[in-house]
């Protein structure tokens, strides 16, 4: 673990910042589990109260710490198919949940039953942002004449990604062969949005 740099006391923004890379770094050397209180409060050179006035338990800041991490734009597909466009965000996801970065999504759903807050907290961070590329491609394909406009639900949206997390989750495999995506794909995706009568 590096040593914090001395510094100026930091305030707010700062602070708040200096945190929250502390415990972004703590993710990726400790993975969740690995991430305390006490490791990012040394890391970041502050105290635990003041992480705490922040982030009110371990799950609030891990979680925000992820989203630290993971938020990049994302450039969504669009070949004008959606079969192509659902296959291969659906792809990028895999590749995702099977890098380090997913490794340490995989962690902190892996505490859901010891840390109840971490579903909450996940909920929280995610909103709709879950569902937004999803919902996207969707509505390309919508205005396409390629869906019908009956199937535009979040829930309907992002059963692929929810399918990919139940491989991961229950199966526990370091990633899911590309004829299991394809299978989601064809089988349940698009017979599912299909079915939905205007």
């Known amino acids: 673990m590096t040593e914090p740099a001395k510094s100026a006391r930091r305030r707010g923004p700062a602070l708040e910042q200096a945190i929250l890379r502390a415990a ?3 993710l990726l050397e400790s993975g969740y589990p690995g991430m305390t209180m006490d490791s990012v ?3 970041a ?3 635990k ?3 705490y006035r922040r982030w009110p338990h371990r799950p609030a800041l891990g979680v925000a710490a992820y989203k630290l991490l993971t938020t990049t734009a994302l450039d ?3 070949t004008g198919d959606l079969r192509t466009d659902a296959l291969e965000l659906l792809r990028r996801a895999n590749s995702h949940l099977a890098s380090p970065l997913g490794e340490i999504l995989r962690s902190l759903l892996s505490q859901l039953t010891q840390e109840p807050e971490l579903l ?3 909920r929280e961070q995610s909103g709709t942002d879950g569902a937004r590329p999803w919902l996207t491609i969707l509505d390309r394909a919508i205005a396409r004449g390629q869906a019908p406009a009956a199937a535009r639900h979040p829930r309907t949206a992002t059963v692929p990604i929810d399918l990919l997390r139940n491989e991961f989750v229950t199966r ?3 990633t899911v062969p590309d004829e299991i995506l394809t299978e989601i794909i064809d089988t349940i995706y698009l017979p599912l949005l299909r079915g939905y009568r205007p």
């Open 24 to 26: 972004a770094d703590e």
């Open 41 to 43: 409060a040394k890391r």
């Open 45 to 47: 050179g502050t105290n």
């Open 49 to 51: 109260n003041a992480i």
């Open 76 to 78: 969504l597909p669009d």
């Open 120 to 122: 909450a907290q996940l």
């Open 172 to 174: 526990g495999v370091p």
